[in-house]
């Protein structure tokens, strides 16, 4: 199937912005008339109860979303069973994915279960790399390096302790000497810890860096830009995630069925529900969110949110708006979260679809 041209990812995207805005702005007409006019469908002989136009959009909306994920569950078996006849993936022609890990001070019993099903997933190991890039390089840091390289332990994995980041640079010892006040030096040096960084990514198959503390998105900028265009797809995943076997294999094969899917994301759940009451309704929230609410989004091929523990996205796309996703402001602030959001609706405004 021969990938989108740019003319017709643009034309897809103009027309599915000029409906959207057409429509939402419809809704929000009819319910100000309704809101203004005090316009209730149904309501009791005392007027204690009622039913307003409001309700019958929210009831609508809840409908219409329900049908479209069944529709979309429905889709998405029929695909399964169309790879399942295929047969197994063929390592020699399998997409090369890197497997990122974003870790701050985790829970070493969360980061464990995290890393240990990183080595669980059933795909091509010869295709699959895995890269946790830790927020910090203090001593306090280090137990995650550590359970990392034990582990990986019969992999070779490869470690460095970076004194920067990408964005806060290793600063040559020449330049770090007194000079006079109010005095200006520039220096330009390459970092040898970029520098190192980017050849232990690129060459070995299972890294961790921890790097300065820079927040989430620093992490993720990292392991974006040390791959490069070293491999085709990125998945992303946070520390206390925990994969099941087949997450990679079933989000590749959506990536390798469609070139106008740009990112694919799956299904999230609490791993512990029944601890307590907050932990329980939290995972209906999720169930909800995931297998209502975004699969009906998948059905339109636009979810809103790839979610950050749980996403592939293909790498030549990735690469092109990075810098853009990182360097993202809010009213002249430069934004620390909602780096998974910013991922999609990047994607999305490139044309690509999103499932």
């Not at 390592?91 to 995290?114: F, G, H, K, N, W």
């Not at 890039?133 to 137990?143: H, I, P, T």
């Not at 329980?280 to 989004?297: G, K, P």
Request: with cysteine.
């Amino acid at each position: 199937m021969p990938k989108p041209s740019e003319a017709a990812r643009r034309c897809s995207g103009l027309a599915r912005r000029v409906l959207t805005i057409t429509f939402a702005l419809l809704i929000l007409g009819l319910m100000t008339w309704a809101y203004a006019a005090g316009f209730p469908l149904a309501t009791d002989r005392y007027g204690l109860l009622a039913f307003g136009l409001y309700g019958a959009f929210l009831s609508a909306h809840l409908v219409a979303q329900s049908l479209f994920a069944y529709l979309e569950h429905r889709r998405v078996a029929a695909a399964a069973r169309r790879a399942a006849a295929k047969g197994p993936l063929d390592a020699a022609t399998a997409r090369s994915v890197a497997l990122t890990i974003s870790a701050y001070q985790e829970d070493p019993a969360y980061l464990r279960q995290c890393l240990t099903s990183a080595r669980a997933l059933l795909y091509p190991r010869a295709r699959l790399r895995v890269l946790m890039v830790v927020d910090g390089n203090r001593a306090e840091d280090m137990y995650m390096v550590d359970m990392f390289r034990e582990v990986f332990a019969d992999e070779d994995p490869a470690t460095y302790v970076w004194d920067g980041n990408y964005h806060q640079p290793w600063e040559p010892a020449e330049a770090a000497g007194t000079v006079g006040a109010g005095a200006y030096r520039e220096v330009e040096a390459e970092d040898p810890g970029q520098l190192a960084v980017e050849a232990l990514v690129r060459t070995r198959r299972c890294v961790c860096v921890a790097q300065r503390w820079g927040g989430k998105r620093e992490v993720m900028y990292t392991a974006f830009k040390a791959l490069g265009d070293s491999v085709d797809y990125v998945q992303v995943c946070d520390s206390d995630t925990r994969l099941d076997p087949m997450a990679l294999l079933e989000l590749v094969r959506v990536l390798d069925e469609d070139p106008w899917v740009g990112a694919v994301g799956g299904d999230v759940r609490i791993l512990n529900p029944l601890d307590s009451w907050v932990s329980f309704l939290s995972s209906l929230r999720y169930w909800v969110a995931f297998n209502v609410e975004r699969a009906c989004q998948s059905y339109f091929h636009c979810v809103s949110c790839i979610s950050g523990p749980l996403g592939l996205y293909r790498n030549n796309l990735l690469q092109q708006f990075l810098e853009a996703w990182y360097n993202q402001k809010f009213l002249g602030t430069h934004c620390t979260f909602g780096d998974d959001r910013h991922l999609t609706n990047r994607m999305l405004s490139m044309g690509y679809a999103t499932k």
